[in-house]
Structure formats: structure tokens, C-alpha cells
């Protein structure tokens, strides 16, 4: 699974030098941030093969003194979830914000900044426990190079500054519910056998999964009516499978609907449309 940066860079600290961390660190900047806010505040739902890619946002003040040109420094904005010395999974804005300035002081400038940030299953998410609330982070890394070796000496020193805990995000499973109404056509006042699955992604196989146990409502919206009705609640089954039967009435269109769990995205039907003789 993937660390932060400072999670990779404190094990191969110590694993380099076989001691405890070190006592004193260089000055960090002094940076400080509100809230970075994900997707609109939105859950993000994630299949198995599409990026999905998200809108953040977020605010920082900085010395007057530290210009971030990325170029020799950057700042940017990630999710995680675990610590961040020790990050179960973690995910980075993978675009240069673009920022504002929106207020300044003598010694101070506070800017308003923009960004993306893309979510690959296939690359970023590996198990069920992705499917969680995951901490917001600002990530500040700055290099030094020295090239000139006239005097038989070149240096290249990388400092790394993390402050996490800057806001959340929900990630969610995307699920699927299909439905099948038969026979077709029926007779009025004849049975019908309304079938159906729900199942959502399964990030370690890459493929969806039945999810069994779940309650999930059949609608049924008559010929030339304007909105569905509940019809009845169905629970998922073996391998998410959905079943039960219904008196057909009237020409119309049925539907299972689906409202979402903590881990999973809501999700309806396409529509099956009877026609009743």
C-alpha cells in the first residue's frame, strides 16, 4: 500500500541508522491552513476501472518572504487514512493548484487555492477498508541543488513538511442494481416475478461483487404517471440476488432502488417496462 512521503522517509531514516529519531529538526515553514475541503463535501464514489477525478479546495497563510514557485518548492493537498508517519493508504492532488491571494500584511499573504485530485482503483484503492473516511493533508516539500563541482563537491538536500488532519472525505463503493419483470407481456391480474441483483466494486479482485443482505425498494410508476411508488422492500440475497412478485395491475415501469450504506453509493435501476393485457 502506498505511504506519505514522510512515512517512507522516517523508515529508511531509521532503518539507515539503526537509532531513534533524531532529537531536532530543521525549521519547518511557518504555514498554516484551513480547512481543505474534497469533492464539494461530497462522497466520492469509485468503480473498479475509471479514475475519478475530484475538486479541492483550500486556504493557507505564508511568510510574505516564502514564495511556492514549483519549481524549487511545492504545496500541495492529499488524502490518507491511517497516521501519517505510518499511512495505511494515501492519495495526492495530482495538478498544480492554481491560487489567489486574498489578503495580505506586513508580514503575511493568505491565499485561496483550487486543485484536482484523481482517484484510480486500479492504483490507489486495494481493499474494503478503503471504503472509509479518509483525513485531509497539506504536503510542503522544498530542494536545494548544487551542481557546481569546482570544487569537487555537489549537494541536493530535499526537506518535507506534512500537516495533516485538515479536513475529510468519504469514499464510497460504486454499486450496480439491475431488474427483469416477467413474463412479458402478462395478464392483468396474473403474477409477476420481479428479478434483479445488487452488487458493488470489490477493489481487491477489480470486479463487483453481490452484496447480500441489503434492503432494497421496488417501484413501479403506471403508464403516463409522473413519479414511482413504493411498492414493497426486498432483501438482497446470495450474491446480492433480488426476487418477489407482484400482481400485475397496469401497463408500466418497475424499478429497484437502492439507498446507499456508509461504505456503498445509492443507487436505482434502468426502468422495465410491462405491458399488461
Given at each position: 500500500?502506498?505511504?506519505l512521503?514522510?512515512?517512507?522517509?522516517?523508515?529508511?531514516?531509521?532503518?539507515?541508522?539503526?537509532?531513534?529519531?533524531?532529537?531536532?529538526?530543521?525549521?519547518?515553514?511557518a504555514?498554516?491552513?484551513g480547512?481543505?475541503?474534497?469533492?464539494?463535501?461530497?462522497?466520492?464514489?469509485?468503480?473498479?476501472?475509471?479514475?475519478?477525478t475530484?475538486?479541492?479546495?483550500?486556504?493557507?497563510?505564508?511568510?510574505?518572504?516564502?514564495?511556492?514557485?514549483?519549481?524549487?518548492?511545492?504545496?500541495i493537498?492529499?488524502?490518507?487514512?491511517?497516521?501519517?508517519?505510518?499511512?495505511?493508504?494515501?492519495?495526492?492532488?495530482?495538478s498544480?493548484?492554481?491560487?489567489?491571494?486574498?489578503?495580505?500584511?506586513?508580514?503575511?499573504?493568505?491565499?485561496?487555492?483550487?486543485?484536482?485530485?484523481?482517484?484510480?482503483?486500479?492504483?490507489?484503492?486495494?481493499?474494503?477498508?478503503d471504503?472509509?473516511?479518509w483525513?485531509?493533508?497539506?504536503?510542503y516539500?522544498?530542494?536545494?541543488?548544487?551542481?557546481?563541482?569546482?570544487d569537487?563537491?555537489?549537494?541536493?538536500?530535499?526537506?518535507?513538511?506534512?500537516?495533516?488532519?485538515?479536513?475529510?472525505?468519504?469514499?464510497?463503493?460504486?454499486?450496480k442494481?439491475?431488474?427483469?419483470?416477467?413474463?412479458?407481456?402478462?395478464?392483468?391480474?396474473?403474477?409477476?416475478?420481479?428479478?434483479?441483483?445488487?452488487?458493488?466494486?470489490?477493489?481487491?479482485?477489480?470486479?463487483?461483487?453481490?452484496?447480500?443482505?441489503?434492503?432494497?425498494?421496488?417501484?413501479?410508476?403506471?403508464?403516463?404517471?409522473?413519479?414511482?411508488t413504493d411498492?414493497?422492500?426486498?432483501?438482497?440475497?446470495?450474491?446480492?440476488?433480488?426476487?418477489?412478485?407482484v400482481?400485475?395491475?397496469?401497463?408500466?415501469?418497475?424499478?429497484?432502488?437502492?439507498?446507499?450504506?456508509?461504505?456503498?453509493?445509492?443507487?436505482?435501476?434502468?426502468?422495465?417496462?410491462?405491458?399488461?393485457?
Amino acid at each position: 500500500m502506498r505511504k506519505l512521503a514522510i512515512g517512507a522517509a522516517m523508515s529508511g531514516t531509521l532503518a539507515l541508522t539503526g537509532l531513534a529519531a533524531p532529537a531536532a529538526l530543521a525549521d519547518s515553514p511557518a504555514l498554516t491552513f484551513g480547512t481543505i475541503t474534497v469533492n464539494n463535501g461530497k462522497p466520492i464514489a469509485v468503480g473498479t476501472k475509471a479514475a475519478v477525478t475530484v475538486p479541492v479546495t483550500y486556504s493557507f497563510t505564508r511568510p510574505a518572504d516564502l514564495v511556492i514557485d514549483y519549481q524549487n518548492n511545492f504545496l500541495i493537498a492529499a488524502l490518507y487514512r491511517g497516521s501519517l508517519a505510518e499511512t495505511d493508504n494515501a492519495v495526492e492532488a495530482n495538478s498544480m493548484p492554481v491560487c489567489t491571494t486574498t489578503a495580505t500584511t506586513d508580514t503575511t499573504v493568505t491565499e485561496s487555492c483550487a486543485a484536482k485530485l484523481t482517484i484510480d482503483p486500479r492504483d490507489n484503492l486495494y481493499t474494503a477498508a478503503d471504503a472509509t473516511t479518509w483525513k485531509a493533508a497539506a504536503l510542503y516539500s522544498e530542494t536545494a541543488i548544487d551542481l557546481d563541482e569546482s570544487d569537487d563537491h555537489i549537494s541536493a538536500h530535499t526537506g518535507l513538511d506534512i500537516w495533516g488532519n485538515l479536513g475529510t472525505a468519504k469514499l464510497q463503493r460504486v454499486s450496480k442494481v439491475t431488474v427483469n419483470a416477467t413474463p412479458e407481456p402478462v395478464v392483468k391480474g396474473k403474477t409477476l416475478t420481479v428479478k434483479g441483483a445488487l452488487t458493488r466494486a470489490d477493489w481487491n479482485t477489480g470486479r463487483y461483487a453481490g452484496y447480500k443482505g441489503q434492503k432494497v425498494t421496488l417501484q413501479f410508476k403506471a403508464k403516463g404517471a409522473a413519479a414511482y411508488t413504493d411498492v414493497k422492500t426486498v432483501t438482497s440475497g446470495t450474491g446480492g440476488a433480488l426476487a418477489t412478485t407482484v400482481k400485475a395491475s397496469k401497463d408500466g415501469s418497475y424499478r429497484y432502488k437502492f439507498a446507499g450504506t456508509s461504505t456503498t453509493a445509492a443507487k436505482t435501476s434502468a426502468a422495465d417496462f410491462v405491458d399488461v393485457r
